[in-house]
């Protein structure tokens, strides 16, 4: 079946320091690959996305490169800023239905 | 416009009131959707609408009701509900529910039973 798996949290970094957040998938046929933030008290935001293979999807300084031989889609920044804690979700959506990770929570220390 | 409301943002209940959660979009996306999220967990999906019709219920107790009276709204009616339902419920819209079109979501409405 269709699946995501996220990386555990926490993760808690240092203001600057360089963010990953691994996620991979499982699916059948070509998914589209998203990246939600949500912070506290708030829904999500959409952050990026990439819509098949080698796409690069890029927002705020945050970076995923879908990657079908690996069936990866880990999120990257270079240098986190207190205002990044949130927690994030992986997602995919088959054209049939989403499906969310289980959501990393990052706390970014000054 | 990438937005969706809802209203209200808190809600506080006893388990024999009735409610109702208000959602509205004006991109003109013909699919909706209704969340349910606890804290620390993924959004669960709860109903799709596409284009005004109810699609996909995810076994979800009767005690919610779903509504959508047009392409831009969705209401999520509440009756008789249990603690165990207070959470976040978060609506989503996206263009289709039969491509794969990134969702937006609104900022969800508190709910706490009483």
């Known amino acids: 079946g269709n699946s995501v798996t996220q990386m555990e949290g926490p993760v808690t970094l240092s203001e600057e320091a360089f963010l990953t957040i691994n996620c991979t998938y499982t699916?059948?046929?070509?998914?589209?690959l998203f990246w939600y933030v949500q912070y506290p008290g708030e829904g999500l935001q959409l952050l990026l996305k990439a819509t098949k293979a080698d796409d690069k999807g890029s927002n705020k300084g945050f970076e995923a490169t879908y990657r079908k031989e690996t069936t990866s889609f880990h999120l990257e920044k270079g240098s986190v800023q207190v205002s990044d804690s949130a927690v994030y979700f992986c997602a995919l959506d088959t054209g049939n239905q989403f499906y969310f990770g289980t959501g990393t929570s990052l706390t970014v220390i000054p | 416009d990438t937005e969706v409301t809802q209203t209200p943002k808190h809600l506080v209940m006893g388990m024999t009131n009735k409610k109702s959660l208000k959602c509205e979009q004006h991109?003109?996306?013909?699919?909706m959707y209704w969340y349910k999220q606890k804290a620390k967990k993924p959004p669960e999906l709860m109903f799709v609408y596409s284009y005004e019709k109810l699609s996909i219920n995810e076994s979800v107790p009767s005690r919610f009701s779903p509504e959508c009276p047009n392409s831009s709204l969705l209401n999520l009616h509440l009756h008789a509900l249990q603690p165990e339902d207070s959470a976040l419920y978060l609506c989503?819209?996206?263009?289709?529910?039969?491509?794969?079109?990134?969702?937006?979501f609104g900022p969800g409405t508190r709910l706490t039973v009483t």
């Open positions: 989503a819209s996206s263009r289709n529910d039969r491509e794969a079109y990134e969702q937006y």
């Open positions: 991109m003109g996306h013909r699919a």
């Open positions: 699916a059948t046929g070509y998914p589209s």
